[in-house]
């Protein structure tokens, strides 16, 4: 994607959604990292469903604690991975309330010393819980960026530095949720959905999907 098409694309983006957000269901900093550290390789539509049960219950690290290995199992299995998963959140949780009072560190560092979490989720809670510009690339992200040429990359730490570089600033923040949903919606895997696109003129992709 020449760069003279990089602001006019987040623009358009911007434009036809002014304030994206999440689609993960939080309501405080834990319940974030909680969600985003149970959405990996799986929906955030599933995992929502687990968490509208879990959160109620327990959305502290000592409540998760006080469930037990077995109970927040039970509250999660309905999600991929949910074994590994709930044991890396119960050691988390333990940290949290050893070394943090209970309370999510704000700095990634501390994040990725959480078990479960790796740089992508760091990069959301930092993102959506503490308004950093970082890029949290996900599936989505990595596929966006190289086929429209936005932030091509073999890898997704490798697109992460190329659209830190090339985002302005001006839309740095809400980036990734653009980008996100974009993938999600519309520049699917296997057929994007170019004729409903808003970003088609920009992007480097051809032959563009004719509508069916």
Same mark, same amino acid.
């Given at each position: 994607?020449?760069?003279?098409?990089?602001?006019?694309?987040? %623009?358009?983006?911007?434009?036809?959604?002014?304030?994206?957000?999440?689609?993960?269901?939080?309501?405080?900093?834990?319940?974030?990292?909680?969600?985003?550290?149970?959405?990996?390789?799986?929906?955030?539509?599933?995992?929502?469903? %687990?968490?509208?049960?879990?959160?109620?219950?327990?959305?502290?690290?000592?409540?998760?604690?006080?469930?037990?290995?077995?109970?927040?199992?039970?509250?999660?299995?309905?999600?991929?991975?949910?074994?590994?998963?709930?044991?890396?959140?119960?050691?988390?949780?333990?940290?949290?309330?050893?070394?943090?009072?209970?309370?999510?560190?704000?700095?990634?560092?501390?994040?990725?010393?959480?078990?479960?979490?790796?740089?992508?989720?760091?990069?959301?809670?930092?993102?959506?819980?503490?308004?950093?510009?970082?890029?949290?690339?996900?599936?989505?992200?990595?596929?966006?960026?190289?086929?429209?040429?936005?932030?091509?990359?073999?890898?997704?730490?490798?697109?992460?530095?190329?659209?830190?570089?090339?985002?302005?600033?001006?839309?740095?923040?809400?980036?990734?949720?653009?980008?996100?949903?974009?993938?999600?919606?519309?520049?699917?895997?296997?057929?994007?959905?170019?004729?409903?696109?808003?970003?088609?003129?920009?992007?480097?992709?051809?032959?563009?999907?004719?509508?069916?």
């Amino acid at each position: 994607m020449n760069k003279r098409d990089i602001e006019p694309f987040f %623009a358009a983006l911007k434009a036809a959604n002014p304030s994206p957000q999440t689609e993960l269901e939080y309501t405080t900093v834990f319940e974030l990292l909680t969600a985003v550290l149970l959405s990996a390789q799986a929906t955030d539509v599933g995992v929502n469903k %687990a968490t509208r049960k879990l959160f109620p219950v327990a959305n502290t690290p000592q409540a998760i604690l006080d469930l037990g290995l077995e109970g927040l199992e039970g509250y999660i299995k309905t999600i991929g991975l949910y074994r590994s998963k709930a044991k890396h959140l119960m050691q988390t949780c333990r940290m949290l309330v050893e070394l943090h009072g209970g309370q999510v560190p704000r700095t990634r560092e501390e994040l990725e010393a959480l078990p479960g979490v790796g740089r992508k989720t760091a990069n959301v809670v930092l993102n959506v819980a503490f308004g950093e510009s970082t890029m949290a690339v996900d599936t989505h992200i990595f596929r966006v960026s190289n086929r429209t040429g936005l932030a091509p990359g073999k890898t997704p730490l490798a697109v992460e530095m190329q659209l830190l570089q090339r985002v302005p600033p001006a839309y740095a923040v809400d980036s990734h949720h653009w980008l996100i949903l974009l993938g999600r919606y519309v520049c699917q895997a296997r057929k994007p959905r170019c004729w409903e696109c808003v970003v088609a003129r920009y992007c480097d992709f051809t032959p563009k999907t004719p509508a069916p």
